[in-house]
């Protein structure tokens, strides 16, 4: 069965300062990776996905994730935060043949000023 | 439309009473899903379409909730019998298959 892992539940960081959240999969074959971002009231919005080929992929807002086969990972990073950063952050896996994605916990992002 | 819509956007309803809520995928997308997400909660899994048929219904919580989708494009949730548990934030998204998923803006259901 796959499923997702997201280790922190809340994190804070000043604006300006780097950002790493984590996300670790469980997943049979290759997985396909996601992350999404959902604001306060809002849907959730993709930022970026991994199907294969280049591990590190780069998204929307800045935003990029590295792909590591053999720590199960898919680590979403930015390298200044921006106020408007904050928000919940969905890490997913999915499957080739589609059907329903797995989705983690989300990470809720604080941005100090 | 660009995007996946849902309507409506608010709904409050009795306890006992039955529900209805829409969803209209992105035309062109085969596959359509279904979450729930209670307040402060992640999502969790419904029930998922590809074309007209749902090979997955493992997430409906209980035979109260049923869905439906008719010509591969519009579907319905329907929850009969609301309880006050089933107030949420009902997301719907859709998709080519094996690709991102593309999330409506969800219908807030309160359950009096």
């Known amino acids: 069965a796959q499923s997702v892992t997201q280790p922190d539940i809340h994190i804070t960081v000043s604006e300006g300062a780097s950002l790493e959240l984590r996300c670790n999969y469980s997943?049979?074959?290759?997985?396909?990776l996601f992350w999404y971002v959902q604001s306060p009231g809002q849907g959730l919005q993709l930022l970026l996905k991994?199907?294969?080929?280049?591990?590190l992929v780069q998204g929307i807002k800045g935003f990029e994730a590295e792909f590591k086969r053999s720590q199960s990972s898919f680590n979403l990073r930015k390298p200044s935060v921006h106020w408007s950063d904050a928000a919940e952050y969905f890490c997913?896996?999915?499957?080739?043949?589609?059907?329903?994605?797995?989705f983690g916990d989300g990470t809720t992002l604080t941005v100090k000023p | 439309g660009a995007g996946v819509s849902q309507s409506p956007s608010n709904k409050v309803t009795e306890k006992g009473k039955d529900v209805e809520l829409r969803c209209d995928p992105i035309?062109?997308?085969?596959?359509l899903y279904w979450y729930r997400q209670s307040l402060g909660q992640g999502l969790e899994f419904l029930i998922y379409?590809?074309?007209?048929?749902?090979?997955?219904k493992s997430g409906l919580p209980s035979d109260r909730f049923s869905a439906e989708r008719t010509g591969g494009s519009v579907s319905t949730l329907t929850i009969q019998r609301t309880q006050q548990e089933d107030s949420a934030v009902y997301l719907c998204?859709?998709?080519?298959?094996?690709?991102?998923?593309?999330f409506g803006p969800g219908t807030r259901l309160l359950v009096l």
């Open positions: 998204a859709s998709s080519y298959p094996g690709t991102a998923q593309y």
């Open positions: 997943y049979g074959a290759t997985p396909y």
């Open positions: 991994y199907f294969s080929g280049d591990t």
């Open positions: 997913a896996v999915g499957a080739a043949n589609a059907g329903k994605s797995t």
């Open positions: 035309s062109g997308h085969t596959a």
């Open positions: 379409f590809q074309g007209n048929s749902a090979p997955d």
